[in-house]
């Protein structure tokens, strides 16, 4: 008997090994770069959402002699949810004249209901332009809030114009944009 009586010649060895599925180092490179790419880019995304990139306020500035104006209104909003638009009005001196802080009507139609934080002296609209009066503050700053809460209408992107006059001289404008999710 020459013949080993073995495996059978016709039939092949099965590799039983765990490593025989395990990709080299080089084979998976394209694999590995891809993996970090999208790894980095979510890490990206992450930072940049806590950071307030994608922010719920946008801030707006705009400046005259005497006068420095900020406006914080909500950068993005969903329906249903509060939104405040605060603007602060800055003066190298007391402010002594009426202030009249006047918003774009179309933009405020965007909020369901909103409320004025102080209540103006008075209230007026030509239909554009909803024109809020206030009393003299007799200081070197003024604040009002605009508190509201967000419409269902189907408008993606609501804009407007805000302008803030003392003793009616034009003390500053800016431009308000939101952005709506559904």
Do not use: C
């Not at 239909?127 to 967000?150: A, K, M």
């Amino acid at each position: 008997m020459d013949k080993d009586p073995g495996f059978p010649q016709d039939l092949q060895r099965e590799n039983d090994s765990t490593l025989a599925d395990v990709v080299d180092s080089d084979q998976d490179r394209q694999g590995r770069i891809g993996r970090r790419a999208i790894l980095g880019l979510t890490a990206l995304f992450i930072l940049a959402s806590l950071s307030g990139v994608f922010g719920l306020n946008s801030v707006a500035t705009s400046s005259s002699p005497g006068y420095e104006l900020t406006v914080k209104s909500p950068g993005s909003t969903r329906a249903g949810m509060d939104a405040r638009i605060t603007v602060e009005l800055h003066a190298t001196e007391k402010i002594t004249g009426t202030v009249i802080v006047e918003v774009d009507q179309n933009y405020l139609d965007s909020f369901t209901s909103y409320g004025i934080s102080p209540a103006p002296d008075g209230e007026g609209s030509d239909g554009d332009v909803v024109s809020l009066e206030f009393d003299p503050p007799g200081e070197t700053g003024f604040r009002v809030d605009i508190d509201g809460t967000s419409s269902e209408d189907m408008v993606v992107l609501s804009t407007g114009r805000l302008r803030v006059y003392v003793g009616g001289e034009l003390a500053g404008t800016v431009d308000l944009k939101t952005w709506k999710a559904f």
